[in-house]
């Protein structure tokens, strides 16, 4: 993936650091940015599109994920995940992803993450609710 610049988003989430994502390297161990992805994609679903992650009966579940590292990350910092969705389909979306540093104009890494979207009761997929569909169209980066 290229090294993405803050243009390439559509919303950003904040999220500070914390001491136990340093490595022995003394940066952000790299399994440490997939929870930063999946934190600011949940916090937007939650806060823009009103998903009920506790009673809710669509979930939305991670089938694929990959990350590019550009420049390291360490504790304390305070980041911003920016987001994108270049594919929204029926039950799954497609979300571009970039890790800043507050203020930064370039990402110093960019992942990608699908998520699909299923009954909770039978883990089965369906059709993206329209209020989650409303919030992710705003994120879309056509």
């Given amino acids: ?8 988003f559509r919303h950003f989430q904040p999220i500070t650091t914390r001491w136990h994502d340093n490595d022995l390297y003394g940066h ?3 399994v440490v940015y997939y929870s ?9 679903l939650i806060e823009q599109g009103g998903l009920d ?6 979930i939305a579940f991670v089938v694929n994920s990959s990350c590019d ?3 390291s990350i360490a504790f304390p910092e305070c980041i ?17 992803l970039g890790i800043f540093k507050a203020g930064q ?3 110093c890494a960019a992942g990608r993450f699908v998520h699909v979207f299923v009954e909770r009761a039978s883990n089965r997929p369906v059709a993206i609710p329209e209020p989650l569909r409303a919030a992710l169209s705003r994120l879309r980066c056509d």
């Fill in 69 to 71: 590292y550009f420049a």
């Fill in 28 to 30: 952000v161990n790299n």
């Fill in 105 to 107: 104009a370039q990402a």
């Fill in 36 to 44: 930063f992805f999946d934190s600011a994609v949940n916090s937007y």
């Fill in 1 to 8: 993936m290229e090294h993405p610049g803050r243009e390439h």
């Fill in 80 to 96: 911003e995940v920016g987001l994108a969705v270049s594919k929204l389909g029926n039950s799954s979306v497609h979300y571009t």
């Fill in 53 to 58: 992650i506790h009673q809710g009966e669509v």
